[in-house]
């Protein structure tokens, strides 16, 4: 089993709303990560986290704000967001945060997001 | 600076033929390479990687060559199928790196 789960699939807010994306993996692995996709674009890294601790922040907003609750959970906390922010937002766990043999990224479906 | 180029945005191939997908990068530091597939509005699936330490590596109709001095990786798909039709993403690390590079993508349409 290589299921990443997100939810919501998709969610409409406006700049002053708060809201929460969440991912939830149950493969044991200990580094999950935030992407962050626009159309026509590759995924950019936004945050990785390697058992349960921030260890990427690529320079990210304060508008976005990650958490670890534990190993199986990662959630994107939003604040106050632009436009521009709209993309989809994907979730990816890997058994641990190096890159390499059996350290593969496996990606969940994605939150789409729209901001008004 | 990109320093994965996927140089194709688009790709057509009758069914059945041979699809080949190319990667260009620039980083010698680069030693472990990837290709995901992507379907819309779904995530990018793991399709298949490579070590530097090899130049080929086959799984089923999917087989991944390895060019170093050229700073080039390919992906063969044989025979192509319709259900192959998606967005092809080629990644890139570094030993010991913590992080994926992935070029733009480039995107296969299978014609029956």
């Known amino acids: 089993d290589t299921e990443v789960t997100q939810t919501p699939k998709h969610l409409v807010m406006g700049m002053t709303n708060k809201k929460s994306l969440k991912c939830e993996q149950h493969m044991g692995h200990r580094a999950m990560y935030w992407y962050k996709q626009k159309a026509k674009k590759p995924p950019e890294l936004m945050f990785v986290?390697?058992?349960?601790?921030?260890?990427i922040n690529e320079s990210v907003p304060s508008r976005f704000s990650p958490e670890c609750p534990n190993s199986s959970l990662l959630n994107l906390h939003l604040h106050a967001l632009q436009p521009e922010d709209s993309a989809l937002y994907l979730c990816a766990s890997s058994r641990r945060q190096r890159v390499g043999w059996d350290e593969t990224q496996y990606f969940g479906p994605g939150t789409r997001l729209l901001v008004l | 600076d990109q320093q994965v180029k996927q140089n194709s945005p688009s790709l057509s191939v009758q069914e059945g033929r041979i699809s080949i997908l190319n990667c260009d990068y620039t980083?010698?530091?680069?030693?472990?390479f990837l290709w995901y597939k992507k379907y819309p509005a779904e995530g990018p699936t793991f399709l298949i990687s490579?070590?530097?330490?090899?130049d080929k590596n086959e799984d089923g109709r999917f087989t991944v060559f390895l060019n170093k001095s050229a700073k080039h990786l390919s992906l063969h798909i044989v025979p192509s199928q319709p259900g192959d039709s998606a967005v092809y993403f080629c990644a890139a690390s570094a030993k010991g790196a913590q992080k994926l590079v992935f070029g733009q993508g480039t995107r296969l349409t299978i014609n029956p």
């Open positions: 490579i070590s530097s330490i090899k």
């Open positions: 986290y390697s058992y349960e601790k921030l260890s």
């Open positions: 980083n010698s530091m680069f030693d472990y």
